[in-house]
């Protein structure tokens, strides 16, 4: 019994160091580390490539001074828009999601 209570913290010690070790997989410099691929907005999960819903098409979510908030410039038929806390640029006449960014963005330096 006692050699297989050592075995198996043998392993799990193992196992845990192998998990550490992993390389991180996110960017972790400039813009590029608040990029999402998804997100969560009014308990509806979208996607890039999604359409977003007629509200955030309006004037009223649409973001002008993107660069106070330190976004990159919107393709020409596109508009910066905020929802569920993120940034999300989308098209001006399907409101197709394009790119998002984590809206800690804004913070960014």
């Known amino acids: 019994m006692r050699k297989t ?14 998990v550490s070790a992993a ?8 813009i590029q580390k608040y990029e999402l ?3 969560i907005a009014d308990f509806t999960h979208f996607n890039i490539g999604d359409s977003v819903p007629a509200m955030y ?9 993107w660069q106070l ?4 410039a919107p393709d020409a038929g596109s508009h910066w828009t905020y929802m569920g806390g993120n940034y999300v640029l989308i098209g001006d ?3 197709k999601i394009m790119k998002i960014y984590d809206g800690e963005i ?3 330096r």
């Open 5 to 18: 209570k050592m075995m198996l913290l043998g392993v799990l010690l193992a196992t845990a160091g192998a």
């Open 23 to 30: 390389p991180a997989t996110v960017p972790t410099s400039g």
């Open 37 to 39: 691929k998804d997100f």
């Open 57 to 65: 098409r309006s004037q009223e979510y649409n973001i002008k001074q």
């Open 69 to 72: 908030r330190n976004l990159p």
């Open 93 to 95: 006449t399907d409101g």
């Open 106 to 108: 804004f913070y960014h």
